[in-house]
């Protein structure tokens, strides 16, 4: 029997879906591409936006009319929300949602027994025990250490799908680390809906299973997740700094640097505040790399207050920025919201950051021109070269070789791209 899988969405939703296909090969399935002739397709849906949903539909429906005899079980944040629906979809066998995946064996060993299954159940209070025991990629591994969210942001949708915060035990979470390593992960990101409420439901403690994580030989790298700016004392990161595998490397969640929108939005900080959390990064990390999310055209958004944001923005100094024209997502209370603003305007705001942000990015690259650098090379990039990042997550291409770190002198910044010469004669330590 064979098996594919296809992802839509975000990182969480990728790492379920390799804990499901590992759970369908220890039971004797072979995975197989999701372009290849399979027995079971899983789809790993994403509900995040309307477009999202679209989407997620389209793929069904198209994987129904050119496998019309294979077994079709549809995951995720989609399904969890719209069960029903989807079940009505002609091709599909199985509906799953955000719970019960670690069943999915059963679930398609029914499917191929002739049964439609409706998994989509009420979501727990526990953290699901799902583990990925194989990286996904030649030098990094991601370990989702939470599921869930209590914040209710007003424009999202995701605590109705995934629940309320569950953690992950601490001893779970060292065991697959340690795992990983073993097989030659050198780097692991740890990721989540919500990571930074880490422990709020269970009493884990996010700093005592980080030192846990610094100490596992062979790991190199602990890069965090995206992180809710409160998390950000100068208490968490006087203890974080101690631990030496920590990136450097902060995505902090900024959403619009005017507080109006942000009470709009259902945020829990000022624009102040945030720029405290901020200027806590950078006392304690030496020109640390901040990237962020912004949402522009939130109904309401006057221009004063996109021009807030724009001038937020430029003053803190992120190394990247990622910009999301505004979209509606039915059963948030922002769908509800008076002040729509016409979809036009939303995605002119937001080209505007995103050739902004261009330019930030460009000048915090380039201020390593000259330095010398420890690159993880994941992949060859041709002509000779391959591909790396540092612990900033700047992006370099030198001589090196796929699966080793190295310490590289960065010649040239040029679209994107760092470029440099490997100065030392051995890998790094």
């Known amino acids: 029997?064979?098996?594919?899988?296809?992802?839509?969405?975000?990182?969480?939703?990728?790492?379920?879906?390799?804990?499901?296909?590992?759970?369908?090969?220890?039971?004797?399935?072979?995975?197989?591409?999701?372009?290849?002739?399979?027995?079971?397709?899983?789809?790993?849906?994403?509900?995040?936006?309307?477009?999202?949903?679209?989407?997620?539909?389209?793929?069904?429906?198209?994987?129904?009319?050119?496998?019309?005899?294979?077994?079709?079980?549809?995951?995720?944040?989609?399904?969890?929300?719209?069960?029903?629906?989807?079940?009505?979809?002609?091709?599909?066998?199985?509906?799953?949602?955000?719970?019960?995946?670690?069943?999915?064996?059963?679930?398609?060993?029914?499917?191929?027994?002739?049964?439609?299954?409706d998994g989509v159940c009420k979501i727990g209070s526990g953290f699901e025990a799902l583990s990925v025991s194989s990286p996904g990629e030649l030098t990094r591994g991601y370990i989702k250490i939470q599921e869930g969210c209590n914040n209710f942001c007003s424009y999202c949708i995701i605590p109705y799908v995934r629940g309320r915060v569950r953690s992950r035990g601490a001893d779970s979470i060292l065991s697959e680390a340690e795992a990983l390593a073993v097989r030659g992960v050198q780097e692991i990101v740890l990721t989540g809906i919500h990571i930074s409420s880490y422990g709020q439901d269970s009493g884990e403690n996010l700093l005592c299973m980080l030192r846990g994580l610094d100490g596992i030989e062979g790991l190199r790298r602990i890069r965090l997740g995206s992180l809710e700016p409160h998390i950000l004392t100068k208490d968490f990161l006087r203890e974080l700094r101690l631990l030496r595998k920590i990136c450097p490397h902060f995505h902090v969640s900024l959403q619009s640097g005017s507080d109006t929108v942000l009470r709009r939005m259902n945020r829990k900080y000022t624009s102040a505040q945030f720029a405290e959390y901020i200027a806590n990064i950078r006392e304690f990390y030496e020109e640390p790399a901040v990237t962020t999310d912004i949402i522009t055209g939130f109904p309401g958004e006057t221009e004063s207050e996109f021009a807030e944001t724009s001038a937020f923005v430029k003053a803190q100094g992120f190394s990247r920025i990622h910009v999301f024209p505004y979209s509606e997502r039915e059963g948030t209370p922002a769908a509800k919201m008076d002040g729509s603003i016409p979809v036009a305007v939303r995605r002119e705001r937001a080209n505007r950051l995103i050739g902004a942000g261009k330019g930030f990015e460009r000048d915090y690259a380039a201020q390593f021109v000259k330095t010398e650098q420890a690159v993880l090379f994941e992949q060859e990039a041709g002509d000779g070269l391959a591909e790396g990042y540092t612990d900033r997550y700047l992006r370099v291409h030198a001589r090196g070789v796929p699966g080793r770190m190295e310490n590289v002198l960065l010649r040239e910044y040029k679209d994107g791209i760092l470029y440099g010469e490997i100065i030392s004669k051995g890998e790094c330590e």
Do not use: W
């Not at 399979?38 to 429906?61: E, G």
């Open 1 to 117: 029997m064979k098996a594919a899988a296809y992802t839509l969405g975000c990182k969480v939703n990728q790492y379920d879906t390799n804990a499901m296909m590992e759970l369908l090969e220890a039971d004797g399935f072979e995975r197989v591409e999701f372009h290849e002739e399979a027995d079971v397709y899983l789809i790993n849906t994403c509900t995040v936006t309307n477009t999202a949903d679209k989407k997620s539909r389209n793929m069904i429906r198209r994987l129904h009319k050119n496998h019309p005899e294979s077994v079709i079980c549809v995951c995720g944040c989609l399904a969890q929300r719209d069960g029903k629906g989807i079940l009505e979809i002609e091709g599909v066998s199985a509906v799953v949602g955000t719970e019960e995946r670690n069943k999915i064996v059963h679930i398609v060993r029914e499917c191929l027994a002739g049964e439609k299954i």
